[in-house]
């Protein structure tokens, strides 16, 4: 293997693989380094098409699983048909000074393998909302800067969804639609209905209800609506790192890929005032090694480029890479997901949809857009769905025997499920740092000091009781809420959108990055994974990542041609 690259990208997943396309697309040598091990499309997915009886443990956890793994076992998507795409919880320790759930999926593709790729464009509801509502600091951008870039990622990866016109939810460039079942349909019209701020749709999502010549020529056919994509899918159904980005990249033959490769640190040369490589340690021999590059990209996601910059310290950067301002590893934002609503809706029990469609309804933001709640700051979506109840029959008692199984064959009441997806104010208290406690791999162990604020539970309270009016208005019945945090002990990290703690700014005081995700003082770093993120904003947020990157690499393209990086 060379040992020095025009272009190198640490970290493999969504935003990462992104980088290694588009350097590899326009001639640049590019080398993607990924801790994990090697997950290629189709070969590396042992449970795509196990059926239910042939899966271990009739796919439950076993207590030896929650045991070994009290952390990543209290996320919904782990079982036994998905475990190995998660890292376990020995692989890599940290210390949560506040209750943190850090769910990682250390391999190629990285977490792009179990996401749930609802993808909805940021406004300019969002970029201004800082300025706005005065917390944290300005974004560098708008969405003018980013919306080609939104175009450029959707058209590639394939979303479905529609154009839905809605002002803080820009359109996507969709390309077919999965439908809303009858009970949906009837509580969205009601919704519509009843409220003028608020206007339910299908969610936009890279589940492919339509393919186009571009995803054809990436090998990917049509979603089949059988809702396992968390195991991989062979049909490459969703997009994923494995199945799209990275084979379109390799087929340059511009890619290199380094796996069971650990990044400890980007390397700064003092004489030329920027980084000329990165050290590696081999994950199964622990060998270090350094390997230079032109352009370094730090994919690694939010927490690890956080590390990784820590750890890369010298005489000039004796706190971290890029951390003149002590700003890194502060302003940790999420989502909160605290509240949750279930109900029944009565009746329509002969009417029934086909498959497991991938998507919810959403029903974009509707409080601190429009008008302003005094009560807190940032707004929150909603997502539902509705659903025929699986194990109808309780009076069989069992989930055993011909009695159940018979039970199966008759779905049973209309059930629905609405969650929030709330803004979390960026609020330097929430931080990460290093501890001088060593890994198994002597890496420095993170230390998360990050929890909620009573922004949070305020925010939460406005969505139970909004929910439920609407719930009610719908006609649904038996509507219990919940907080998941009190009732299932459900803590930040949860939700898998950790952000911030590299952030981009216009002021190189007070930021890291500037409006290309370049760190100021280190102009051949760029860091565009959620780790240069100022604010939340309510949307899922690794589309935002992945148009943020390709604009980023396309910037450090068009600089490296002109002698610049
Ligand atoms: C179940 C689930 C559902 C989700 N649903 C959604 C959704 O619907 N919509 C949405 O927008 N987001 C969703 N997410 C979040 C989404 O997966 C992440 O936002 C996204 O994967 C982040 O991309 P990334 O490139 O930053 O990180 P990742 O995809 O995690 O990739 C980072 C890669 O870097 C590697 N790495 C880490 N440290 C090092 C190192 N030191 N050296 C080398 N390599 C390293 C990791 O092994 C990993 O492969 C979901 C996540 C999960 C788990």
Redesign the pocket.
Known sequence: MPKNFDAIV????????WAAKEFAEKGLKTLL????RMVEHIKDYPTAFLDPWDIPYANQKTTKDTQNNPLISK???FDQSTKHFYIQDHDQEYIQEKPFDW??????????L??????QRWSDYEFNAPKRFNYGIDWPIRYKDIAPWYSHVEKFIGVSGNKDGIDNMPDSEVVGSFEMNLVESKISRSISANYTDRKPIIGRHANLAEVTPTQTQQGRSKCMARSLC?RGCPFGGYFS?NSSTIPYALKTGNLTILTD????SIVYDHDRKKASGVRIINANTKEKTEITGSIIFL????L?SN??LMNSKCEHFPNGLGNKNDQLGKNIVFHNYRGRLTADFDGYEDSYYFGKRPTQIFIPAFKNIHHVTESFLGSYLIAFSAYRESFPNSQTNTTLGGKYKDSLLEPGKWKVSMMMQGEVIPVKENHVRLSNQKDKYGLPKLITSIGYTNNDVVMMQDFIDEGHEMLQKANCTNIISLDQHEAFNRQPGLE??EMGGVRMGINPTESILNAYNQIHSCKNVFVT??ACMISAGNQ????T?MALTARAANYAIQQFKNGNL
Do not use: C, M
């Not at 250390?106 to 977490?111: I, S």
């Not at 179990?114 to 993808?119: E, F, H, I, M």
């Open positions: 640490i970290g493999s997943g969504i935003s990462g693989s380094i990924e801790r994990g996320h919904y998507q769910i990682r999926g250390y391999q190629l593709g990285g977490k792009s179990l996401w749930a790729r609802q993808t968390s790192a490769s650990i990044v400890e994919n690694a996601s939010t690890n590390l990784i898998v959108h994974d959620g899922n947020p690794s589309l990542f």
